[in-house]
């Protein structure tokens, strides 16, 4: 069968995901075409040589008709976006650039998160501009999908301040509520393999509920071996992103198939529940996070 789509383009070189993501899409060989937009005042390491498909441009996003002659020139059919959320609305210009194009069928807006589905409006910061990205989307007419995949497994620990004192830092009371764990590179082969293999109707405005483990901060930190600290907030530098994020999470909201408007999760068995994507990957292996931590050396 034809691959679904072949020529890609990633908004941003490094960070958290898109290093997994580039790496991911180089390595299926049904992806033919796959650029890296990078910013000319970039700090971003140079693409690994595992990534030997990835050609690196310089872009800047201000620039309109570059990014239109960039799509096109490449026959570009989905964009990958990677941008920090304080670059949420850099990808409007984008998404604009991509429907003038004419070749774009697909754009992942920057997700890799808890769900933010069903924030937008609701003044949660960044949480509720991710989902407002999407209505954008939605408002000029390309198609969106979106990855929510609770917490990258790189990024458990420091949401515990376990970088602070050596200890899992749980919120007063609280340790209880499954929270969705995801391998980064789980996250960059989920993407290459559903752009490439499933139909357009189900990539089209799909929300992707991506789950490789499901466990309470008090089974992480049983998981681990490392001692437990009840605190009134989470230790460490950027203190109020880590209580927002743990407190949320705390809460419920760090399970993937968590409702924002039943305040719990959907059922569990269904098209939005905990998980639900993986299943449109059968026989995947979903990495444990003793497959990515190294729990030795921690
Ligand atoms: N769930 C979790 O545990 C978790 C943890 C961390 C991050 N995330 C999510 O992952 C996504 C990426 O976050 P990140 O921490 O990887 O971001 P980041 O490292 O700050 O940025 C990713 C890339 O975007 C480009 N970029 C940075 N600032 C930009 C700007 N102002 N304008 C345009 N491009 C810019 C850079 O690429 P170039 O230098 O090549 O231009 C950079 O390498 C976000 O949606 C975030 O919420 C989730």
Known sequence: MAPTYTSFVVLGSGGS???????ALS??????????????????????????????????????????????THGTEVIVSTLPN????????????????????LFFPTEYEVVTYGLGGKGEGWLSEKDEIDDFLKSIDLPSARIFNGILMRWILWLNGYDANGKINILKDRGDAPIS????????????????????????????????????????????????????????????????????????????????????????????GAGSGNRLWPGHVWRKIEDVLELDKI
């Not at 850099?90 to 604009?96: C, D, N, Y």
């Open 86 to 105: 304080a670059a949420v609305n850099t990808q409007k210009k984008v998404a604009l650039a991509a429907k003038e194009a004419g070749t774009v069928k």
């Open 181 to 272: 764990l995801t391998a980064e590179e789980d996250i960059g082969e989920f993407i290459a393999y559903v752009s490439t293999h499933l139909p357009p109707s189900q990539l089209a405005n799909a929300r992707f509920r991506l789950e490789g483990e499901r466990l309470t901060t008090k089974e992480f930190a049983s998981r681990l071996g490392k001692p437990i600290e009840y605190v009134d907030a989470i230790p460490g530098d950027d203190s109020e992103i880590r209580n927002t994020v743990a407190a949320k999470c705390e809460l419920g909201a760090g399970s993937t198939g968590y409702n924002h408007e039943l305040k719990k999760d959907n059922d569990v068995t269904g098209p939005e």
């Open 27 to 72: 390595k299926e060989p049904d992806v033919k075409k796959l650029i890296v937009l990078s910013r000319s005042s970039s700090s971003s390491k140079p693409i690994p040589p595992s990534s030997s498909k990835a050609e690196f441009l310089q872009v800047d996003y201000d620039d309109h008709a570059s990014l239109v002659n960039i799509f096109r």
């Open 17 to 23: 995901i898109s290093p997994y993501i580039i790496d």
